[in-house]
């Protein structure tokens, strides 16, 4: 079978065309914005059959046969992705039943997640009615059912919100309950995380809330069935670790260890595991399912030798194989089926058959092979980090060991520095020869991580902004501490409780360490978010830095890594300067920036006591942006402008904070603040920046919070931005005031945040007119609660012919005063079939 490519058979030349056009094919259909009509991919299939047959002919040269074969594969490809996603999309929410009461009965599929504001779970739905009529509904929803009380925009909780607890619910059962869904709708944020395809990819068509307020029917339980068994032994063992483990820090890791539960990792937790590179480890990644794989292979291998019987039967080799393969399934299953998990198992399948067939494929060749096999399962896998991040680990562990026979098996997710070989390793031999083995092991191990995050750190850079300098020195005694003793001892556990007991031990000495490595002040490193060109040249630098090659060839790389390492968002010029309305949901956000400086004008909202537009948008766009902020300025006190403050002001220690906050809030022990008050200007590279509002009296006064918004007015002479927070019709009308007395009028702006989200207390016709703006810029959330903007408010800017934008629609908006005509959407940048396309 093996031999040189001169020799190779016919037939199986056209493996290599057949599996890249696959790739290919599924690749360009995951570009396009909309569906074609079924018809169209009907024929394309029907295409792909005939240039499959003509390749066939064999009096066809050979080359071109070899292309008739990529062609046919590509085609089908693409028309198969494109049939299954017109089939996906058939189903979507109608987006006249968002928003209603809708009566449903449903199962529930999976373990629910926990958090402070109550839970969060998968329904399946059997049977949907609307005011007594049925309609139909996603076969696949995701629920939210809130405890304790709605905080109202003031951030007060609002008399009569208190809803009914909670119940206990479980996989398995059925459940009759009113809910209010909408279609699936996430923030759109340059480089940020993409909701909408993360919930594509769960089969999740739309999300919502059970109505469990004192008006309204009681949830009720129908049934306990026993469907979803593995999600209700997952959510068993879930509760046991809890109940066992007293520290929730320790439980948290175990079970996402054991049961793949990322959620119940602390926010803190991650911080540190993504400071020092380690993340990978802590969720059920390719590596433990490799590492699993390898260890049940080889005590399996070791069990069947005792029998000569069963050896005769079947070679011990290949039942350690198959077996390493049917248990890495079955861990993988069991701990939740995540999208890297099923990656895992496909790849390691791949492997196992070509070896069982006695297969000897080129390298090159299995990666494709298992490539292929999993885009076809998963076509939109090909747009995650960790797909390309474990293939490029893999293609790199396969390039630079000439043996390339470790790699194999040994899909990771960060790190695919698995161990060596999938299952065929024989054990024994004497205890020194066993020493040196496991000594040359570990330094293989750590060889290949070093080569692997040389490699890596441009891709890495590319797609999160950000790499570990101190992940190696973290992974070196993270990756078999983890791997080899704490999972493990994690599921043992399973069986025996306090084994639990020592996986905490085990989990409290390694978070130790890495505590003290994150607080290194190098421990990270980031850049500003380069392009994909830049990203490509830097991965070849890192590939060809890794290989074995001459060193002089090999330093060649270092060039070629610089774009990514040294890429600058380019600022605007002097005297100009630029608005990034970041998409935070239901608040104010806006990042001002002129050539040399930048602000933040209020830091969006709280999501839940975790979870703020801080820490999942704000810091995050920050740090692709490479933004050192000067300061940060909190129109007035309510969560939905100051939610996001903590994690920005940790982020960015050096910028001022300017605000109407009182002097008791809570925020002023994390930085000291100035207060804001009409006449104070300054300016930034030839911009004037100048607070209008609220007057120096007004703190003297008992005024609320709204009234007490600082409003910001930014301009270079041409052009003008007005920033206004939640001001109501009375600072309106003195701010008119105040423009009438000082003669030319300097509300007169391009651009208006407009007051308050839209609310229909505020836009009055004196101010749009006095501000007359080419734009209003509305930062509301999708279906928000409050109904922002008001209908009767739009009304007002469209009798003036003022553009209305709003963040459900566009997401980020962003505008530049030397592009004064022009808003930029990040909604339009790159459109795709499975975004939410708003009405
Ligand atoms: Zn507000």
Known sequence: MHSSPTHTPVAARFIFPALLGWLLGSAAQLQQATLWARWIDGTLLLLALLLLALSAIRSLALRVRLVLVLLAFAAAAFAATGLRASAYLSETLDSSLEGRDIALTGMVAAMPQYNEAGLR?????????????????????????????????????????????????????????????????????????????????????????????????????????????????????????????????????????????????????????????????????????????????????????????????????????????????????????????????????????????????????????????VVAADPWAMLQPGFWLSFVAVGVLFATDPGAKRAAASVGDRAAAGPPQGGTAPLGGSGARAAASVGASLWALLHEQWVITLALTPLTLLLFGQVSVVGLAANALAIPWVTLLVTPLAMLGVVAEPLWDLAALAISALSWYLQALAALPFATFAVAQAPLWAGAVGVLGGLLLAMTLPWSLRLMGLPLMLPVLLWQVPAPQTGQFELLAADIGQGNAVIVRTASHALLYDAGPRFSRESDAGNRVLVPLLRSLQLRLDLLVLSH???????????????????????????????????????????????????????????????????????????????????????????????????????????????????????????????????????????????????????????????????????????????????????????????????????????
């Open 637 to 839: 006190r309510d969560i939905d402008h100051t939610g996001g403050a903590p994690a920005v002001l940790k982020m960015q220690p050096q910028a001022a904070l300017l605000s109407s906050i009182e002097d008791d809030h809570e925020l002023q022990a994390l930085r000291p603040t100035r207060r804001c008050a009409a006449g104070q200007r300054w300016q930034w590279d030839g911009v004037d920046f100048e607070v209008l509002s609220p007057l120096a009296q007004d703190y003297e006064l008992d005024l609320k919070s709204n009234a007490m918004s600082c409003v910001l007015r930014i301009s270079n002479g041409l052009q003008t931005a007005l920033l206004v927070g939640d001001i109501e019709q009375a600072q309106e009308q003195r701010l008119v005031e105040q423009a009438q007395l000082a003669g030319e009028n300097p509300l007169r702006s391009d651009v208006l945040l407009v007051p308050h989200h839209g609310s229909r207390f505020s836009s009055s016709a004196a101010f749009l007119e006095a501000v007359q703006p080419r734009f209003a810029l509305v930062q509301a959330g999708y279906r928000n609660r409050f109904g922002h903007p008001a209908p009767s408010v739009l009304v007002h800017y469209e009798e003036r012919g003022i553009r209305v934008i709003d963040s459900p629609h566009c997401g980020a908006m962003r505008w530049k005063s030397d592009q004064a005509q022009a808003i930029h959407c990040q909604r339009m940048q790159s459109q795709h079939y499975w975004q939410h396309h708003v009405p």
């Open 121 to 373: 779970f998968r329904l399946e739905v059997e049977s949907a009615q609307l005011d007594g009529k049925p309609v139909r509904l996603p076969p696949r929803i995701y629920l939210g059912w809130y405890s304790g009380y709605y905080l109202a925009e003031g951030g007060t909780p609002t008399a009569g919100q208190l809803q009914r607890q909670p119940a206990a619910i479980s996989a398995g059962e059925r459940w009759q309950m009113t809910v209010r869904l909408k279609a699936p709708h996430g923030a759109s944020n340059p480089y940020g995380f993409d909701y909408e395809l993360w919930l594509w990819e769960q089969g999740l068509q739309a999300t919502g809330y059970v109505r469990a307020g004192p008006r309204d029917a009681a949830p009720q339980r129908l049934a306990r069935t026993s469907w979803h068994p593995v999600e209700r032994w997952r959510q068993q063992v879930r509760d046991r670790i809890f109940e066992r483990i007293g520290e929730r820090q320790y439980a948290g890791l175990i079970a996402a260890l054991v049961v793949g539960d990322q959620n119940a990792i602390e926010r803190a937790d991650w911080d540190v595991f993504r400071a020092t590179g380690v993340a990978h480890l802590m969720s059920i990644s390719g590596l433990h399912i490799t590492m699993f794989a390898w260890l049940a292979a080889l005590s399996l291998a070791w069990l069947w030798r005792r029998s000569p019987a069963l050896c005769l039967w079947l070679p011990a080799s290949s039942a350690a194989l198959i077996g390493g393969v049917v248990l890495a399934f079955a861990y993988a299953f069991f701990s939740g089926w995540g999208v890297p998990s099923q990656r895992t198992v496909l790849m390691l399948f791949c492997v196992a058959v070509l070896r069982l067939s006695g297969k000897r494929w080129p390298w090159p060749q299995v990666l494709l092979l298992a490539c292929a096999v």
